[in-house]
Nanobody, 125 residues
Framework: VQLQASGGGLVHAGDSLRLSCAVS????????LGWFRQAPGKEREGVSCISRSNQDRTLYANSVKGRFTISTDNAKATLYFQMNSLKPEDTAVYYC??????????????????WGEGTLVTVSS
């Protein structure tokens, strides 16, 4: 199982950015997929998930709800994270993640089964 994240960069507040995560080595229906982030000096936090069992079911942390959108392109085996109206507090290393279970892994990074390498998002004010 492999996850490879990309798309990070330096942007200004209010800008948009789309992260991608190429997934391979497993069947989409077997895993829920999500995004975590880790800001400097802070713990890694779950920000969004799309469920394996019902791929229309998505969850978002309150801090990103209404601004960020998670989606998948199953044909391309890719997870996306569209981030709009970015704020300086969104600055973090973003990680894509996969877990056997439902989106409950968002609450605890220890429940993640597979991690992608992080991609840095920096939002300047």
């Amino acid at each position: 199982v492999q996850l490879q994240a990309s798309g990070g960069g330096l942007v200004h507040a209010g800008d948009s950015l789309r992260l991608s995560c190429a997934v391979s080595g497993f069947t989409r229906d077997d895993y829920s997929l999500g995004w975590f982030r880790q800001a400097p000096g802070k713990e890694r936090e779950g920000v969004s998930c799309i469920s394996r069992s019902n791929q229309d079911r998505t969850l978002y942390a309150n801090s990103v709800k209404g601004r960020f959108t998670i989606s998948t392109d199953n044909a391309k085996a890719t997870l996306y994270f569209q981030m709009n109206s970015l704020k300086p507090e969104d600055t973090a290393v973003y990680y894509c993640a996969a877990a056997f279970d439902s989106c409950s892994f968002l609450a605890n990074a220890n429940w993640v089964n597979y991690w992608g390498e992080g991609t840095l998002v920096t939002v300047s004010s």
